[in-house]
T-cell receptor
Framework: GAVVSQHPSWVICKSGTSVKIECRSL??????MFWYRQFPKQSLMLMAT?????????EQGVEKDKFLINHASLTLSTLTVTSAHPEDSSFYIC????????????FGSGTQLSVL | KQEVTQIPAALSVPEGENLVLNCSFT??????LQWFRQDPGKGLTSLLL?????REQTSGRLNASLDKSSGRSTLYIAASQPGDSATYLC????????????FGTGTLLAVQP
């Protein structure tokens, strides 16, 4: 089956530092990956759409300079939270699609970010 | 702007009961609809995917239906088990080249042994 690996699963960092989260499709090539964030007891909010070899498309209200997304290969996308602040503390989840727009999305296990 | 709502927000049932989770969306021009389950602190597991031209999909004890014209989908779980306890999320595909998913608010299900 389609497996998406996300790393790290949790991270604690000091305010002002940057944190990188990796999302890998282990057994398929993902032309499109998505990044979501989820606050406690809330649903998933789409942050950006990442296409291999091109710039990410950010949702309204998401700062592209703060949340840097790189999709360097068909199996890897990274999200870097730059100069993290306590309000960036959240659960970040990536997802990947292995085919066309009508295919299922497969999700990583998520990264819990806590900024002190 | 597409809005997806799930009712109820939380549900507790005894083991063995059949149950229905509801999902409604404001814009009927969807590409597809997907149901997921999420365990606490974990990612999402895809359960069922219904294309816009389909009326329902079944997998084991799960059956999902789709009524695009009324903006509704239901997830039916037969003979519920404690292991079914999780948050269930529906998400509608917005179409286009990327078909990004818009998620509902979720239903927290607890199946009591």
């Amino acid at each position: 089956g389609a497996v998406v690996s996300q790393h790290p699963s949790w991270v604690i960092c000091k305010s002002g530092t940057s944190v990188k989260i990796e999302c890998r499709s282990l057994d398929f090539q993902a032309t499109t990956m998505f990044w979501y964030r989820q606050f406690p007891k809330q649903s998933l909010m789409l942050m950006a759409t990442s296409n291999e070899g091109s710039k990410a498309t950010y949702e309204q209200g998401v700062e592209k300079d703060k949340f840097l997304i790189n999709h360097a290969s068909l199996t890897l996308s990274t999200l870097t939270v730059t100069s993290a602040h306590p309000e960036d503390s959240s659960f970040y989840i990536c997802s990947a699609r292995r085919g066309g727009a009508n295919e299922k999305l497969f999700f990583g296990s998520g990264t819990q970010l806590s900024v002190l | 702007k597409q809005e997806v709502t799930q009712i109820p927000a939380a549900l507790s049932v005894p083991e063995g009961e059949n149950l229905v989770l509801n999902c409604s969306f404001t814009d009927s021009a969807i590409y597809n609809l997907q149901w997921f389950r999420q365990d606490p602190g974990k990612g999402l597991t895809s359960l069922l995917l219904i294309q816009s031209s389909q009326r329902e999909q079944t997998s084991g004890r799960l059956n999902a239906s789709l009524d695009k014209s009324s903006g509704r989908s239901t997830l039916y779980i037969a003979a519920s088990q404690p292991g079914d306890s999780a948050t269930y999320l529906c998400a509608v595909g917005s179409g286009g080249a990327t078909n990004k998913l818009i998620f509902g608010t979720g239903t927290l299900l607890a199946v009591q042994p």
